[in-house]
């Protein structure tokens, strides 16, 4: 088996070289899964993708929900529900 060492100042270069700022708009789109396993009015979502998001919300059936979506930050959003609910919140 043969072991290399990972040439880290080389993977920075690259780094520098392409950030995801410089690419075409959703060539690096990347999604958040939220699950909510004890039901809630209220969903606190932290997903950390920088930025204005879509959402779907679906219970454990995988059935669509509706609610409200409010935009705290980049990284954070907080569902408003009727009532509590369980389920999971795709955030792309």
């Not at 929900?65 to 609910?85: D, G, K, P, S, W």
Request: glycine residues 4%; hydrophobic residues 45%.
């Amino acid at each position: 088996m043969l072991v290399r060492k990972l040439d880290t100042a080389a993977v920075k270069e690259v780094y520098d070289l392409v950030r995801a700022d410089d690419l075409e708009p959703g060539l690096l789109d990347v999604r958040y899964e939220h699950v909510q396993s004890v039901p809630a009015a209220t969903w606190q979502v932290v997903h950390n993708l920088g930025k204005a998001v879509d959402v779907e919300v679906v219970d454990n059936n995988g059935v669509q929900i509706e609610c409200e979506v409010v935009y705290q930050t980049a990284n954070e959003i907080v569902l408003r529900f009727n009532r509590a609910v369980s389920g999971k919140a795709i955030v792309t």
